[in-house]
């Protein structure tokens, strides 16, 4: 395994890090809520919900997030080599894991993990594991 240097950024890489683990523990603390996502989400679109406002403006800020950085330095080139369709089974398969793990990468993987939960621990290591085989198998057994 080699690292390729070109594109190799820790300084960038780390602190986004630390921007998405100070954002985590901002919500956990000031909102008493955990930074996952598709529950954000599905809270934003259950019509019951009473506390839909910190929910939209968390999901307006993901898309702003772009534009703010957008200020500052160019975006990077984005390369999709998939076509339409796969990309919304995949969506699609995403949003049925998510609901069977009660919970999404970000949920589990980010805020989970650093709460020390074993559930978490085993949905992250479920969902990396099979992102880790699926990969090998469209791309080197199936050749896609």
Sequence with gaps: MSI???????????AGGLLIGLAVTLLVLGNGRI????????GLLDKTSCDRGWRAAFVLGLFAAPW????FTALPVVAIASSPPVLVVA??????GTRYASGCTSGHGVSGLSRGSVRSLAATATFMSM???????IRHLLGL
Aim: overall charge neutral; proline content about 6%.
């Design 4 to 14: 390729d240097l070109a594109h190799f950024t820790p300084l960038p890489a780390l």
């Design 91 to 96: 969506g699609l398969l995403v949003g049925i």
């Design 131 to 137: 992102g880790f085989l699926t990969v090998f198998v």
């Design 35 to 42: 930074a996952g996502i598709s529950g954000i989400v599905g």
């Design 68 to 71: 703010i950085f957008k200020l």
